[in-house]
C-alpha cells in the first residue's frame, strides 16, 4: 500500500519519470564538454564526437537523460534517429563562428521542422563568451533567426562552458518550461 | 505472453526459431522505451542473437534500424546489458549501416568503463571503425594492449589484428606494445576468486600478441628470425597455440629460403620432444613437409626421429593426438612409404580401433605402405572390414586402392575383386558405387591386363543398378572399349538389356554404345546383328531414343559403303574437344552474338585431344594430386590470412576431375593461343602445333617480372614474353625483348619483334618475338634482354605526364632455351617395356651431374625438359637410395610419333651419373632429345 503510494506520488512529480534531451550543435561548438560540465561540474578534454555520448544526471530532483549527438558533417543525418520522446533540445553555438553561423541556422531549423520535436522546448546556448571576439546573445538570436519560431517555448543564455557561465541559468529556465508543460 | 507462446519461443532445447518479425517488434518498442528495463532488454538480444547465428537475416533497413535503437541502450549503466549491446552491435554491423554512430560510446566505455566490459566493447570496436576513425582509437587501444589484465590485453590484439587490413598506418604503431604484450606474463588480477583448481592465467595473450607481431613484422626476415630466436629460448611462451604459431613461424621462413633450416635443426629437434603434443605433431608434420621437397637440406636422423615422435604419438590414449599424427604418416605415406615402414606394426593395431576415422586412416596409410607382397593379405583384412564403416570412410579406402591399383598394375587381380566384391555387395549411396566405378574405369584404362574382366564384372553390375549417372557411364565405357575386345558378342547382349529394360535416358546411352559396335573388326558378323536391334530400337516411344537410334543407322549404313568416310570418325571418334577451351569459345560465341547465330560455330580452333593426350592429362592430374596435397598443408600452417585463390585451390581436390588450378592453367593456354592467333602476322604461320609451359625469366619479387611462352609452329618459333611492370610510378614505353643466339650462326632467322607499347604501373602484357625455322628441329638458347623507356607516371591520370621524353633502359633477364622437350607433348601407354621394346630407332648418352641437387629435384627437372610423361610412378625417387629409374613416354608435336625414354640415375660424392635410353619412331628426334636432356 505504502508502495503504492509513493508510486503515486512520485508519478505526480515526474521523479520516477526520465526526461530525454538532446544536446546538438554543430561541430566543435562545445557540446560534449557541455554535457560533462553539467554531469561532474568539470571540465574534461575531449576529441570530436563519433556518434553520441549519453549521460543520465539528476538536476533539482530530475532525472535527465541527456544525449550529445556528435556534430560533424557525417554525422548530423543521424540525428533523427535520437529525436523521439524529446522533451528539450539544447542547441549549442559557437558565437565566435560567424561564418558558420547560416550553416547552424539552417540545421537548427531543419531540425525544428521534424514532427516528433514539435512539442520539445528549445535552449539556446551562445557559447564560448569568454573568447575574444564572441557575438553576443541577441547578435546570435538574430543570425539564426530565433523571432520566426512560433508555437514553441525558446529561449536564449549566452554561456561558457569552460568558465561554467550561463549553464545553469539555462538548465533552470529550461527545468521550469518542462514542468510547467508536463504538470 | 501466454505459456504457449513462451514455450514455443524460448526452449532453446526445441529448435524452433522465434519469428523475425516479432522480435524486430518487440526489439523497437522495447529498447525505444524510458526508463529501460534491462533484464528485458537483455533477454531480447538474446533471442535477437540466437537468431543471427542461425543464419537469419535482417533487411538493411531494419537492420539499421535495429542497430539505432540498441545504440539508445547506452544510457543504461549495467554491465550485463552492455555485454549483449556489443554483441548485437557486432552482429549488425556486417547487415546494418552507420555503425559508426556508436564509435563514441564504445570508446568511453574502454576508457571508463568496469574490467567486465572493457574486452567486449574493445572487440566491438573492430566492427565500427574504418581507416579515419582507427586514427582516434590508438590511444585507446595501446594502453589496452600493454593492461596488466589478461583478457583486455587479449581483446586489445585480435582487435587491432582484425584492423590491420583496414587501418594500416595506425596499427603498424603498436610493434613495440605488441613485442612486450608476448613476453610479458599476464595474469588474473583476483587471485582468490577463482580457486585453486583453474589456473589464473592460460597465457594465451601472447597467442594473440604472436599473430599480430608476425602480421607487422612478416615482410622483414631478420625480424622474423629475431623473433624466433627470442621466443624460443628459456621458456619464454608459456602459451601452448604461441609455441604452435612459432613452429608454424619457422615452416614459414624454411619454406622462403630453404637453406635456413641447417640453423634450425638443434630447435627443431628440441621440439620433437616438447611436453605438448600439439607442438610435437606441429615440428613433426613441418619436418616431413619440408624433407618432401628438400631431403638433401634434412639430416635422415631428424626425419627419423620425426617419424619416431609420431609413432609414439600413435599409441597415445588421446584420438585427436592419435588422429592428427596418423594425418601425417598418411600423407608421408603418399610419397615415401618406405620411411614410415617403422610404424608398420602400430598402423596395424589400430585397424581395429573403436573410432572408425582412425582406423580407416590405418586401413588406408598401411595399403600405401604395403609392398606387393602384402598386398593380397591386406585387401583380405579390409573385405572384413569395410561393410562396417559408413560411406564416407569407404570412400576413402576405395580411394587407396584405386592408388594401389595405379601403382602395383600387377596386382590387379586382387584388386579387382575387391573393388568387384565391394561393388556387388557392398551396401552404400551414389558417392560410394561411383566412386567404386570409377576406380575400375581407372583399371580398364591404365591397367590393360584387368580390362576384361573389369568390363564383364561391370556388365554384370548394370543388370542391377539403381543409379542413371553410373549406369550411363558404364554404357560408354562399354561403348568405348567393347568393340576391341576378343569377345565383343558378349557386351552387344547386356547392353541391349538394358534398351529392353530401362528408362528413356538410359536407353538413350544404350544405342550410342551398341551402335559403336557396328564396325567392330574383332567380330565382322555382329554388325547386321547391331543393324537389326537399332532398327527395333527405332520405333521406341522416346523421341530422343528414336533419334539415336535413327542417326546410328543412317552413320553405319555409309560407313559401310566407304570406310574413310566421316561417319567413321562419327561413330568410332578417336579424339575430343579440350572441354575447356570448347566451354570458353562457346561462351563467348554466344555473349557475342551479332547476327542472331547466323554464322556457324567454328570448332576447327579448338585443340583436339586424342585418346592417348587425354590419358596422359588423366595420370598427370593423378600423380600431381600428391603434390598438391602437400601444398594445401603448407597453405594450412602459414600463419595468418589466407588468400582467396588458395581457398579456391584447396577447395577442388577431389579425385576425379580437374582441380580449379588445372582449370585455370588450361585457360590460360587457351587465351594465349588466342592471343597469338588474333595476331595478322603470326596467322601466316598456319596452326599453332605446340606450346611449352610458362617458364619464369625473373624472380618472382623483380621489378619487372617476366615469363615466357614458347610457341611452336610447321616452319616458326615465337617466344612469347608476358611482362609485368610492378613498379608503382613508373610506365614503360615501346618495351621489347631482344634475343641474342648463344652460338653464332643461329639456325634461326628473326624475322619480327611486336613491342608492347606502354605498360602501365601494375599492368601485364605480352611481347612476341617471331622466328623464322627449317623443318628440323632446332634447339637453341638465346641470351634475353629486355628493352624500354621508362616515364614517370602522373599519379592523377595515371598517365605519364606530356612532354616527357624518358630514359632509355635495358634490363637482364634469364636466358631461354629451345629444346628438343619444346617438339614433344607427353603421352600414356599401358605397357611401357612393351612399347619401349617396339620402338625402332634407338640412342643412348651419358651424363655428369656435377650439380649437388637431390635425386628427386633431377627427376623434376627431366620431366619439364623433356615434357614426357612418367610411367609405372617412376616420378619419385626413393631417398633413401643412390639410384633410380625414370621411365617416360611421349610424342612428336608435329609428326605424333612416339618417343620413350629410360634413364638411369646413379648418385655418387662426385655428383649425379645419369645414363638415358631413347627409342623413337623419328631417329633424329630420339637422338635430339637424348641428346639434349640437360
Known amino acids: 500500500m505504502g508502495n503504492f503510494f509513493s508510486s503515486m506520488f512520485d508519478r505526480l512529480w515526474g521523479v520516477n519519470k526520465e526526461l530525454r534531451m538532446l544536446i546538438l550543435g554543430l561541430d566543435g561548438a562545445g557540446k560534449t564538454t557541455i554535457l560533462y560540465r553539467l554531469q561532474i561540474g568539470e571540465v574534461v578534454t575531449t576529441k570530436p564526437t563519433i556518434g553520441f555520448n549519453v549521460e543520465t544526471l539528476t538536476y533539482k530532483n530530475l532525472k535527465l537523460n541527456v544525449w550529445d549527438l556528435g556534430g560533424q558533417t557525417s554525422i548530423r543525418p543521424y540525428w533523427r534517429c535520437y529525436y523521439a520522446d524529446t522533451a528539450a533540445v539544447i542547441f549549442v553555438v559557437d558565437s565566435t563562428d560567424r561564418d558558420r553561423m547560416s550553416t547552424a541556422s539552417k540545421e537548427l531549423h531543419l531540425m525544428l521542422q521534424e514532427e516528433e520535436l514539435q512539442d520539445a522546448a528549445l535552449l539556446v546556448f551562445a557559447n564560448k563568451q569568454d573568447q575574444p571576439g564572441a557575438l553576443s546573445a541577441s547578435e546570435v538570436s538574430k543570425e539564426l533567426n530565433l523571432v520566426e519560431l512560433k508555437d514553441r517555448n525558446w529561449s536564449i543564455v549566452a554561456s561558457s562552458a569552460i568558465k561554467g557561465e550561463g549553464i545553469t541559468e539555462g538548465l533552470d529556465w529550461l527545468i521550469d518550461v518542462i514542468k510547467e508543460e508536463q504538470l | ?934
Not at chain 2, 397 to 406: C, E, Q
Not at chain 2, 544 to 571: G, H, N, P, W, Y
Not at chain 2, 721 to 728: E, V
Open chain 2, 1 to 934: 505472453m501466454s505459456t504457449h507462446t513462451y514455450k514455443k519461443f524460448e526452449n532453446a532445447e526445441s529448435g524452433e526459431l522465434p519469428d523475425r518479425m516479432t522480435i524486430y517488434q518487440d526489439c523497437m518498442s522495447e529498447f525505444n522505451e524510458s526508463p529501460i528495463n534491462s533484464k528485458r532488454c537483455r533477454l531480447l538480444i538474446s533471442r535477437l542473437l540466437r537468431l543471427l547465428a542461425q543464419g537469419e537475416t535482417f533487411p538493411e533497413s531494419e537492420a539499421t534500424a535495429l542497430f539505432f535503437s540498441i545504440s539508445k541502450l547506452f544510457q543504461h549503466q549495467n554491465d550485463s546489458l552492455r555485454q549483449a549491446v556489443y554483441l548485437a552491435i557486432k552482429e549488425l554491423s556486417g547487415i546494418s549501416q552507420d555503425v559508426l554512430m556508436a564509435t563514441s560510446s564504445i570508446m568511453k566505455d574502454i576508457q571508463n568503463g568496469s574490467e567486465l566490459v572493457k574486452p567486449n566493447a574493445i572487440r566491438s570496436l573492430t566492427a565500427v571503425l574504418d581507416e579515419s576513425t582507427a586514427f582516434s582509437a590508438e590511444r585507446l587501444l595501446k594502453s589496452a594492449l600493454v593492461s596488466r589484465h589478461p583478457s583486455i590485453s587479449s581483446a586489445a590484439l585480435c582487435t587491432s589484428y582484425n584492423l590491420l587490413p583496414i587501418a594500416e598506418v595506425t596499427v603498424k604503431r603498436f610493434a613495440n606494445e605488441t613485442q612486450e604484450a608476448v613476453v610479458d606474463l599476464k595474469s588474473f588480477p583476483h587471485k582468490n576468486l577463482v580457486g585453486e583448481y583453474y589456473p589464473n592465467s592460460t597465457f594465451i595473450t601472447q597467442y594473440h600478441a604472436l599473430g599480430l607481431l608476425y602480421q607487422l613484422k612478416k615482410n622483414d626476415k631478420m625480424a622474423l628470425l629475431k623473433m624466433v630466436r627470442q621466443f624460443s629460448n628459456n621458456n619464454t611462451l608459456k602459451n601452448q597455440l604461441a609455441k604452435i604459431e612459432l613452429v608454424k613461424l619457422v615452416n614459414e621462413l624454411i619454406n622462403k629460403d630453404s637453406q635456413l633450416f641447417v640453423d634450425f635443426q638443434s630447435l627443431l629437434m628440441e621440439w620433437l620432444s616438447n611436453k605438448h603434443e600439439s607442438v610435437q605433431l606441429e615440428t613433426a608434420k613441418l619436418i616431413t613437409n619440408f624433407a618432401t621437397h628438400n631431403s638433401r637440406l634434412i639430416s635422415s636422423e631428424l626425419f627419423a626421429s620425426a617419424v619416431t615422435t609420431l609413432q609414439s604419438l600413435l599409441t597415445v590414449p588421446r584420438v585427436s593426438a592419435k588422429f592428427a599424427a596418423l594425418r601425417i604418416l598418411n600423407r608421408i605415406s603418399m610419397i615415401s612409404p618406405e620411411k614410415i615402414v617403422v610404424c608398420n606394426p602400430e598402423l596395424e593395431s589400430l585397424i581395429n580401433d573403436p573410432n572408425r576415422n582412425i582406423s580407416t586412416y590405418a586401413i588406408t596409410t598401411l595399403l600405401k605402405t604395403g609392398t606387393a607382397k602384402n598386398i593380397t593379405s591386406l585387401i583380405s583384412t579390409i573385405t572384413k572390414f569395410i561393410h562396417d564403416v559408413s560411406d564416407d570412410f569407404k570412400i576413402i579406402i576405395i580411394d587407396a586402392v584405386r592408388t594401389l591399383s595405379l601403382n602395383f598394375p600387377n596386382e590387379w587381380k586382387t584388386i579387382l575383386n575387391f573393388l568387384i566384391d565391394v561393388l556387388k555387395n557392398g551396401e552404400g549411396g551414389f558417392k560410394f558405387k561411383n566412386n567404386i566405378v570409377e576406380a575400375l574405369i581407372d583399371m580398364v584404362t591404365f591397367v590393360p591386363q584387368a580390362k576384361e574382366m573389369a568390363l564383364e564384372n561391370l556388365c554384370d553390375f548394370i543388370e542391377d543398378c539403381e543409379f542413371n549417372e553410373i549406369l550411363a557411364r558404364i554404357l560408354h565405357l562399354l561403348g568405348k572399349e567393347g568393340p576391341s575386345t576378343s569377345n565383343p558378342s558378349l557386351y552387344v547382349r547386356h547392353i541391349y538389356n538394358r534398351v529392353v529394360l530401362e528408362n528413356a535416358i538410359i536407353r538413350s546411352a544404350a544405342v550410342v554404345s551398341l551402335s559403336k559396335f557396328a564396325l567392330t573388326k574383332n567380330d565382322p558378323s555382329l554388325s547386321d546383328s547391331i543393324i537389326s536391334l537399332l532398327r527395333r530400337i527405332a520405333n521406341d516411344k522416346d523421341d530422343e531414343v528414336r533419334d539415336r537410334a535413327t542417326i546410328a543407322l543412317k552413320f553405319i549404313e555409309s560407313a559401310k559403303k566407304d570406310t574413310s568416310s566421316e561417319a567413321q570418325t562419327l561413330l568410332q571418334s578417336n579424339y575430343s574437344f579440350d572441354f575447356n577451351a570448347l566451354e570458353s569459345k562457346l561462351n563467348t560465341y554466344i555473349s557475342s552474338n551479332t547476327d542472331s547465330f547466323k554464322t556457324p560455330f567454328d570448332v576447327t580452333s579448338i585443340r583436339k585431344l586424342t585418346e592417348g593426350d587425354i590419358k596422359a592429362l588423366d595420370l598427370k592430374r593423378k600423380q600431381d594430386k600428391f603434390t598438391k596435397g602437400e601444398f594445401e598443408t603448407s597453405v594450412e600452417s602459414t600463419p595468418g590470412m589466407i588468400d582467396d585463390n588458395l581457398i579456391s585451390k584447396r577447395a577442388d581436390s577431389s579425385f576425379a576431375g580437374p582441380s580449379a588450378h588445372d582449370h585455370q592453367q588450361d585457360l590460360l593456354a587457351t587465351k594465349y593461343a588466342e592471343d597469338l592467333m588474333s595476331i595478322e602476322q603470326i596467322k601466316e604461320f598456319g596452326p599453332l602445333v605446340n606450346s611449352s609451359q610458362i617458364v619464369a625469366l625473373t624472380e618472382s619479387e623483380a621489378e619487372f617480372v617476366v615469363r615466357g611462352v614458347k610457341h611452336l609452329f610447321a616452319n616458326n618459333v615465337v617466344f612469347q614474353f608476358n611482362i609485368t611492370n610492378t613498379l608503382t610510378d613508373t610506365a614503360l614505353d615501346n618495351v621489347t625483348v631482344t634475343c641474342t643466339p648463344e652460338v653464332e650462326p643461329s639456325e634461326l632467322e628473326e624475322l619480327f619483334t611486336i613491342p608492347i607499347d606502354r605498360l602501365l604501373p601494375s599492368a601485364e602484357a605480352a611481347c612476341y618475338v617471331a622466328f623464322k625455322k627449317t623443318e628440323d628441329m632446332v634447339m637453341e638458347s638465346f641470351l634475353t634482354n629486355l628493352m624500354f623507356t621508362t616515364k614517370e607516371v602522373n599519379p592523377e591520370t595515371n598517365e605519364p605526364f606530356e612532354g616527357d621524353e624518358g630514359f632509355q633502359d635495358e634490363y637482364d633477364i634469364d636466358s631461354i632455351f629451345l629444346n628438343a622437350g619444346d617438339y614433344i607433348k607427353s603421352s600414356f601407354v599401358g605397357d611401357f617395356t612393351k612399347a619401349f621394346d617396339e620402338l625402332p630407332n634407338e640412342e643412348v648418352a651419358v651424363y655428369n651431374i656435377k650439380e649437388n641437387i637431390s635425386l628427386q629435384e633431377l627427376v623434376d627437372r627431366l620431366v619439364v625438359n623433356t615434357s614426357c610423361l612418367p610411367l609405372e610412378n617412376t616420378q619419385y625417387a626413393p631417398s633413401d637410395s643412390n639410384s633410380h629409374t625414370v621411365k617416360l613416354f611421349g610424342q612428336s608435336a608435329s609428326k605424333g610419333t612416339k618417343i620413350a625414354l629410360i634413364v638411369k640415375l646413379i648418385k655418387t660424392s662426385k655428383g649425379i651419373a645419369i645414363k638415358a635410353q631413347g627409342r623413337a619412331e623419328d631417329a633424329t628426334l630420339c637422338a635430339d632429345l637424348v641428346n639434349g636432356l640437360m
